[in-house]
């Protein structure tokens, strides 16, 4: 690795949920380099505003382990459930904030956007997802939650959308920068939570 390289900058992408958090972190460059990925399980903690403190714990942790600039997650999913959306923006809430606390800019993706950029199809399974980041990055990911290489997927978008621009800490903080379309997603929340059944609880 050359010294471009080892200054590059570091993406965290986060696939934020309740039961489940995916994680990611990739050197981004000229060629992207796969830092460490997992998961945070929350399944066995029955108070809400303590799953919400270990995401913000976490993240916290993985940012000063690794030094990210940006953090690119999972945009809100707007659905007919106002409870469940209601819990799911409270962990993105919590993600976005630990961020920010860290001085790292923050990117929103879409469903939709984060796999048409990484498959070309947006409409792709998990599994395809995974399937196409195992090969891009030369790694056996059938071990790995899905919630993980979603993670991963996260991150990998945002680095396919800005690849061509350079990024500074000179305006870090100052807000989140949305790459969400308005445009409805089909299949409605009620589809999207059958897509994912780890996410609220």
Known sequence: MNAAEESAPVVIGIDPGTRVMGYALVK???KPVLLTMGTLG????EDHPTRLYKIFERISQLI???QPTVLAIEAPFFGKNVKSM?????A?????????NKGLMVFEYSPRKIKQSVTGRGNASK????????HLFSLDFEGEKLDATDALAVAMCHYFQTSR???TKGNMGVGVKSATKTKKNK???EAYLRQNPGKVI
Do not use: C, D, M, N
């Open 28 to 30: 981004t460059g000229k």
């Open 42 to 45: 929350l399944e066995k903690i």
């Open 64 to 66: 000063e382990g690794y």
């Open 86 to 90: 209601l819990l799911l923006g409270r």
């Open 92 to 100: 993105q809430g919590v993600a976005i904030s630990a961020a920010v």
């Open 127 to 134: 599994e395809q997802v995974s399937a196409l980041l195992s």
């Open 165 to 167: 621009l350079p990024q």
């Open 187 to 189: 299949g409605g929340w």
